[in-house]
């Protein structure tokens, strides 16, 4: 089984910081890597498909990058809506999320 | 407009069994693959197991946790999922979540809480 790590598991940030989350495969997933943003007693939003993809109306200060087992989340200014736990999936060998980072008000 | 609407959840004894729905609508259904992933209060996403469409055998494949014990199937003419949980245990006690798989996970249900204790 694929197990994901992320890190950091929490942060805190300001409006308008980048922040950059981790997300790391125990093994080769090439590209197979999908980010999810979740709020509270809502169902997880993908934001980022096959590692680098912007889903469809998704703003654009959401990017991800990266291949292999090293891939990263960036948000380029923290919007209020952005406050959130963020989840990475791979879908290389069957599915496996992350434990997920949740990102709160600094 | 892309629906998925999740129903069966409930209160159930350990041991024992539950059937979870997932109602579609707004795309092809028959031609989509049909996931169900599970959320603990307070914890983490956990991917539970899938169904492939017609064209690809009705595959399915189940995360450890639930193997042997959970069983999904589908019904394309009535556009519906299914969960069947047996042997039910404390800790499949969750938000069960039913989902569409294209390149990502990107049509979600609202969720149905099921509730596994004496």
């Known amino acids: 089984d694929i197990q994901m790590t992320q890190s950091p598991s929490s942060l805190s940030a300001s409006v308008g910081d980048r922040v950059t989350i981790t997300c790391r495969a125990s093994q080769s997933i090439s590209s197979s890597l999908n980010w999810y943003q979740q709020k509270p007693g809502k169902a997880p939003k993908v934001l980022i498909y096959a590692a680098s993809s912007l889903q469809s109306g998704v703003p654009s200060r959401f990017s991800g990058s990266g291949s292999g087992t090293d891939f990263t989340l960036t948000i380029s200014s923290l919007q209020p809506e952005d406050f959130a736990t963020y989840y990475c999936?791979?879908?290389?060998?069957?599915?496996?999320f992350g434990p997920g980072t949740k990102v709160d008000i600094k | 407009e892309v629906q998925l609407v999740e129903s069966g959840g409930g209160l159930v004894q350990p041991g024992g069994s539950l059937k979870l729905s997932c109602a579609a609508s707004?795309?092809?259904?028959?031609?989509?693959?049909m996931h169900w992933v599970r959320q603990a209060s307070g914890k983490g996403l956990e991917w539970v197991g899938r169904i492939r469409s017609k064209a690809n055998s009705y595959a399915t494949a189940y995360a450890a946790s639930v193997t042997g014990r959970f069983s999904i199937s589908r019904d394309d003419s009535k556009n519906t999922a299914y969960l069947q949980m047996n042997s039910l245990k404390a800790e499949d006690t969750a938000v069960y979540y039913c989902?569409?798989?294209?390149?990502?996970?990107?049509?979600w249900g609202q969720g149905t809480l099921v509730t596994v204790s004496s």
């Open positions: 707004g795309f092809t259904f028959s031609g989509s693959a």
């Open positions: 989902t569409r798989h294209s390149s990502s996970f990107d049509f």
């Open positions: 999936q791979q879908s290389y060998s069957l599915f496996t």
